[in-house]
């Protein structure tokens, strides 16, 4: 299962009571944000609105269809914008 | 209070308008006259967006009221092109990509021309100091420079073969 | 398709930009120089306190004057609930937005727009604002960073809370936000280091200075439709801000841009149009509102201004085993810096084991700070670069090889999550090493300084549209304005990809009802994003060609190839027809099936990241502590430089921000929380005589993820040049200056302190 790893900081670890590490079943990054939600309520709409996800070091903003494999390391970092 | 009529040269055509005493020349350029060739950067001389010749002179029309423009010739970038021909300055600014929002060019292109007309073989030093009244924030002045300098070589060549 | 390894023909070319006749004649029109009959002049009252309740504004005496047509202030705007989102370039709460827009309850910093007039003239309009009368509680403020983290600090908004911080408090703060980012054991880390340096290092807020103020011309008609014609950094963006600030429809907005003078981040927020659009529903008329450059100071975002500390820790080798940083960003008067990024940009061109960073997004009573070409970078680096030279001097390892040895490769997982892919930071560092600046003999007197720089560069939602004219000719238009000579580079790329030459196609800004939506023009983006988009639709227009041929020669559009801008028979078993060109088939379209023409819009992911090294040096006069910058080379990683002129000036021009950022840019601010120097002279940034010729070196690796392997180049070079004009310093005068600007008192007196 795809492995999911929290980036940045406290302000996620207080939806997912300090856990930094999960397991997700999902195979595409809506899925994922689905999952997140479902067990840590709060935490799949902040990871949509307000975070890029990097899956296998590649970095992904508003995709829901990115795809997950199986073995895929999932990492949720703060959104990047620009000047 | 009465507008001031004013009757003035531009770009080599007799102008009349009439403007407000406190107007800036700028503005008169701008809103009255419907030039808006140079820019309002700062409105305090200090950016050379506005950049326009007075008799020849490199001024800064933000310093200036409209109403010394009566019985001046006045040059602003709307009058540089050589009719349907891009001067030798615009023409190297081009080549050399010395714009990128271009917001500036206007009035370097006339303080370039001020110049040149000056002297038509400065050293970069004295290009870059003739110029140090124009901010430019795009382009860090590098290829601006180096088209100032291919005009320059330019201009010299022209004169040469007249 | 994929162009990287092809034969180009346009890609990589210096033509002439389509626009360029125009910006040099002085014929382009900019946000200011638009008018139209009827047309009133909008002007903004702004707080002259720092901090104060505003306890009354009465507009009456404004409103009864001659001339004047309408009066706002925040009473005419719709209360806005709070509602974070990520739009744009950076965290941003709506509501915040609004209240920076139209202050609401209280001043926040000295410059805050407080009320507005619309008038039928400049000085009619300046008179009210003059009239109207406010009734303020001056409050204390507080300006600097630390300052305002502390527990007695004047506070500027009852409700916020720290985020990031668990348990939650329950004593609101400035503090808006805590950040932390973690890997491997940094208390190990610098257990098994055998050597270690610390610095703390400071920097000012400084301005964009783009020398465009901001400006729109507003028109509201009696159906409610509203037009705003305005420049900016996306006018997709001015449409969806302006519509939730005042409540309307999107639809209900249609907005045109105009040719803008500079954003570096700075115009990708709203200011003044959604006053503009209030004054024209309320007085009937078309407003204009241009910004004075004192406006543009006071009101609007600079970047933060910072601390940041930074410890490091090595073997004698040079291998850096432990880095750590604590950053303290400022982020004006709502929450909001960059210090996300300021978090992650810092260590993220090495290699390191334990990394432990922890930042603090703190308000104060500044004005809000806006996006600043690759925001929270610049600072971060200021730091890391700084220090890592003082590693280098401490180890007696020159500070190129230092980095050279713990460079970030393809594969090195950053502390921030993502694994780095596709990145060209060791070919940097080898042209670096190569190169004829950093072998050059140091002429006497003179120091030299080398730093290094990052930015993760975006991708996002783009979209193009190509048409074949009925002669031939070929148009592009996009929705993404055009700030430094992008639509050179779209018009190159669909050129290329047509097989014509690039003068044959126009390239234009469409505005919001006549081109798909398109996020920003910021991020280093639309080369990579806007291009991928114009690529394919050229692609598709291809194919149509191909299937317009066919029909002609009566075979199937398999057996047809396109070439140079022609359909030709796919081998001799096609047939032995003559080529067809774009004008041949533009003429039959109509026969054929109609306009040939293709639009698409994508999200593009896979944008490359940027990495850059800047080799500076310099001679510093004892006397007046001014420095000279003899010579700058900046070497960046550009992906494919579609029109290297432009990728040059990108790095030119990032370069002579960081200049200006080093040596003499600051917001100077009086004991009462005003800024004294709102203006070009004292708000000192560079002039042509203050920087040499800047030699922009391009080291092309492809992104695999782009067909012609466009990488951003906007935004990197504005991060090493602080660091490497500091450490050049350090070299020509055995001093470290850990405070920007280095300007020539700073400098002076800390020669004469050590001498």
């Known amino acids: 299962m795809p492995k999911v790893v929290l980036s940045s900081g406290s302000s996620m670890q207080a939806l997912t009571g300090g856990q930094t590490e999960f397991e997700v079943e999902a195979t595409t990054f809506r899925r994922l944000v689905l999952e997140l939600e479902q067990r840590f309520p709060g935490l799949g709409k902040q990871v949509e609105e307000g975070m890029a996800v990097a899956i296998d070091g590649e970095i992904f903003q508003d995709a829901y269809g990115a795809v997950l494999h199986p073995d895929s390391e999932i990492v949720l970092i703060p959104k990047i914008g620009g000047g | 209070m009465a507008k001031q009529y004013v009757s003035t040269t531009i770009n080599g055509e007799t102008t009349e308008f009439l403007c407000e005493t406190q107007q800036t020349m700028l503005d008169v350029l701008r809103d009255v006259i419907g030039l808006t060739g140079a820019k309002e950067g700062c409105a305090s001389g200090d950016c050379g967006a506005c950049s326009i010749q007075v008799d020849g002179r490199l001024v800064c029309s933000c310093l200036m009221l409209g109403v010394e423009a009566a019985g001046k010739e006045i040059i602003t970038v709307e009058g540089v092109a050589r009719g349907d021909h891009l001067h030798p300055i615009q023409q190297k600014f081009l080549e050399h990509a010395a714009l990128q929002c271009g917001f500036c060019t206007p009035g370097l292109i006339v303080a370039v021309k001020a110049l040149l007309e000056e002297n038509d073989n400065p050293t970069e030093t004295e290009a870059r100091y003739w110029l140090a009244g124009n901010l430019c924030r795009c382009t860090g002045y590098d290829k601006i420079i180096r088209a100032v300098m291919d005009a320059a070589a330019v201009i010299r060549e022209e004169k040469a073969s007249a | ?755």
């Open chain 3, 1 to 755: 398709m994929n162009y990287i390894d092809s034969n180009l023909k346009v890609v990589g070319t210096r033509p002439l930009r389509p626009d360029g006749v125009d910006k040099v004649t002085g014929r382009a029109m900019y946000s200011a120089d638009t008018r139209v009959a009827g047309m009133l002049w909008g002007k903004i009252l702004r707080s002259p306190h720092a901090h104060a309740r505003i306890v009354k504004i009465d507009t009456s005496k404004a409103e009864a004057l001659k001339g004047v047509y309408a009066v706002c202030s925040a009473a005419d705007f719709p209360d806005i609930p709070s509602e974070e989102a990520f739009v744009g370039e950076g965290p941003m709460n709506f509501r915040d937005l609004a209240m920076n827009v139209m202050a609401r309850g209280k001043a926040l910093y000295e410059g805050h727009a407080i009320a507005a007039v619309a008038a039928s003239t400049p000085a009619i309009a300046d008179e009210a604002l003059a009239l109207i009368d406010v009734t303020y509680e001056i409050l204390p403020h507080v300006i600097d960073v630390e300052a305002a983290m502390a527990e007695t600090a004047p506070l500027l908004h009852a409700d916020m809370f720290t985020q990031g911080v668990d348990p939650k408090p329950t004593k609101p703060s400035n503090i808006a936000k805590v950040v932390k980012f973690k890997k491997g054991d940094i208390d190990a880390g610098f257990k098994d280091a055998e050597v270690i340096v610390e610095g703390r290092y400071t920097t000012q807020p400084v301005h964009q200075a783009y020398i465009e103020p901001h400006a729109c011309l507003a028109t509201c008609a009696a159906d409610g439709q509203v037009t705003i014609h305005a420049s900016s950094q996306g006018h997709f963006m001015i449409r969806a801000y302006t519509a939730k600030l005042l409540g309307m429809e999107m639809a209900n907005i249609r907005v045109n841009p105009a040719e803008i003078g500079g954003g570096f981040g700075g115009k990708t927020l709203i200011y003044i149009e959604p006053v503009a659009v209030k004054l024209a529903q309320k007085s009937g008329k078309p407003v204009k509102i241009q910004m004075t450059r004192e406006d543009v100071f006071r009101g609007t975002g600079p970047t933060s201004g910072a601390v940041v500390e930074v410890k490091l820790g090595a073997k004698k080798d040079g291998t850096i085993v432990a880095a750590q940083q604590v950053l303290k960003f400022q982020a004006g008067a709502f929450a909001g810096s960059p210090i996300g990024p300021g978090c992650m940009c810092g260590f993220a061109l090495y290699d390191i084991e334990n990394i432990d960073v922890l930042g603090y997004d703190v308000v104060s009573n500044r004005p809000k700070v806006a996006a600043y070409r690759a925001p929270g970078a610049p600072i971060t680096s200021f730091g890391v670069e700084s220090c890592l030279d003082d590693l280098a001097l401490k180890l007696g390892i020159d500070p190129l090889t230092l980095r050279v040895k713990n460079a970030a490769k393809n594969g090195t997982k950053t502390h921030y999550g993502p694994t780095h892919a596709n990145i060209g930071f060791e070919q940097v560092l080898a042209v670096a090493a190569a190169h004829p600046h950093w072998n050059a003999p140091l002429p006497a007197g003179q120091g030299r300084g080398i730093a290094c720089g990052f930015w993760f560069n975006i991708g996002g939602e783009s979209t193009a549209t190509v048409h074949i004219n009925e002669d031939g000719s070929v148009t592009v238009a996009t929705g993404s304005p055009d700030i430094g000579g992008s639509r050179a580079s779209m018009g190159m790329m669909v050129a290329e990809v047509l097989g014509v030459p690039a003068e044959r196609v126009r390239a234009t800004i469409a505005d919001t009802a006549s081109i798909g939506f398109t996020h920003l023009t910021g991020g280093s983006r639309v080369t990579f994003a806007t291009g991928m988009a114009a690529t394919q639709a050229a692609e598709k227009v291809v194919d149509e060609l191909k299937k317009r041929a066919a029909m002609i020669w009566e075979i199937t559009p398999d057996a047809v190839e396109w070439r140079d801008g022609q359909a030709f028979p796919a081998g001799t078993n096609a047939g032995a027809f003559e080529p067809l060109d774009l004008a041949t088939l533009a003429l039959k379209a109509a026969r054929t099936g109609g306009p040939v023409n293709a639009e698409v819009s994508v999200n593009a992911q896979g944008a490359g990241a940027g990495f850059g090294a800047h080799i500076c040096d310099v001679s510093v006069d004892k006397e007046t502590g001014h420095v000279t910058i003899e010579r700058y080379t900046a070497i960046q990683d550009v992906g494919k430089a579609i029109h290297p002129s432009y990728v040059e000036g990108q790095i030119q021009g990032g370069a002579a921000q960081g200049i200006g950022w080093a040596l003499s840019e600051e917001y100077i601010y009086n004991d009462k929380g005003q800024m004294e120097n709102p203006g070009f002279l004292d708000y000192r940034c560079p002039v042509a005589s203050d920087v040499p010729m800047i030699e922009a070196v391009l080291v092309e690796v492809p992104n695999p993820r782009h067909p012609f392997g466009v990488r951003g180049v906007g935004e990197v070079p504005i991060v090493p040049p602080m660091a490497a004009i500091a450490n050049a310093i350090r070299g020509a005068t055995n001093l470290r200056m850990p405070n920007l600007p280095i300007s020539p008192p700073r400098l002076r007196a800390a020669i004469d302190q050590a001498g």
